[in-house]
């Protein structure tokens, strides 16, 4: 809500009490890193990262998912592949993990992630048929 105010004419500053104010538009922004296992040289991996919110009852909200392309190394053999920087925003209107003040960023947030990878490539050939894009 606005306040009005006026500085008169000739005055070089005016000090006024504006009262209280509140943080707007609050959140947290949650960066994650993980190490894909033993990756063969050769195959690109997809990799899925799920993020929810857990209640106070147990109950869990979506709050994001990446889909992410990790590249094919050339190792001679399997590597474990590190992804790093994997960033989620967490606003603060959607807390649910029953803090004591609302839209507070004092409030503990509740978090599970999942992760899921498979390989992209294969040299798996079903009878001997041909893939065609």
């Known amino acids: 809500m606005p306040i009005d105010l006026k500085v008169e004419g000739c005055e070089d500053s ?5 009262g ?4 707007e538009s609050l959140g947290r922004i949650v960066q994650l890193d993980v190490t ?3 990756v063969c040289p050769g195959k690109r991996v997809a990799l899925g990262v799920i ?10 909200y979506q709050r994001g998912m990446k889909a992410i392309t990790i590249p094919a190394h050339t190792s001679p ?9 994997i960033k989620f925003v967490l606003p603060e209107d959607l807390d649910v993990s029953a803090g004591s003040v609302p ?6 947030r509740n978090l599970k992630v999942r992760l899921i990878a498979h390989n992209i490539d294969t040299d ?10």
């Open 124 to 133: 798996f050939r079903c009878c001997d048929s041909t893939v065609t894009v």
């Open 51 to 60: 993020l929810t919110e857990v209640d106070a009852n147990g109950d869990e």
């Open 14 to 18: 005016v000090e006024v009490d504006l």
């Open 77 to 85: 053999s399997c590597r474990d592949i590190l992804v790093k920087c």
């Open 20 to 23: 209280d104010t509140y943080l």
């Open 36 to 38: 894909v296992k033993n």
């Open 103 to 108: 839209n507070s960023m004092c409030n503990t």
